[in-house]
């Protein structure tokens, strides 16, 4: 997958932590450049999990639709027949 995201990086020899750093800073540039985009208040994304109320409205926003993106792909992997927390094998 890091392959894919990063076509022109070598990433040979490179620690999983480091490759999910250069992800990190890819996401944090992509959300800068469409909150630029799409004239949208942005101070970087802040969340701190049982306080959803001291987010800022764009994070608020951010994490309730994660919640219900998530929500939606596991009734849709849970209805064809798939356990998420076992690697999606078949429980048929």
Same mark, same amino acid.
Do not use: N
């Given at each position: 997958m890091f392959a894919k995201r990063f076509p022109d990086a070598d990433l040979e020899g490179k620690s999983l932590n480091s490759m999910m750093g250069m992800e990190g800073s890819r996401? !944090?540039?992509?959300?800068? +450049?469409? $909150? +630029?985009?799409? &004239?949208?208040?942005?101070? &970087? !994304?802040?969340?701190?999990? &049982?306080?959803?109320?001291l987010s800022d409205l764009t994070n608020q926003v951010l994490t309730s639709t994660n919640a $219900?993106?998530? &929500?939606?792909?596991?009734?849709?992997?849970?209805?064809?027949g798939l356990l998420t927390a076992y690697r999606l094998y078949p429980f048929r």
């Open positions: 996401v !944090r540039a992509l959300y800068q +450049q469409k $909150a +630029q985009e799409y &004239g949208v208040g942005w101070k &970087g !994304r802040q969340f701190t999990p &049982g306080k959803f109320e $219900a993106l998530y &929500g939606i792909l596991c009734s849709v992997v849970h209805c064809d």
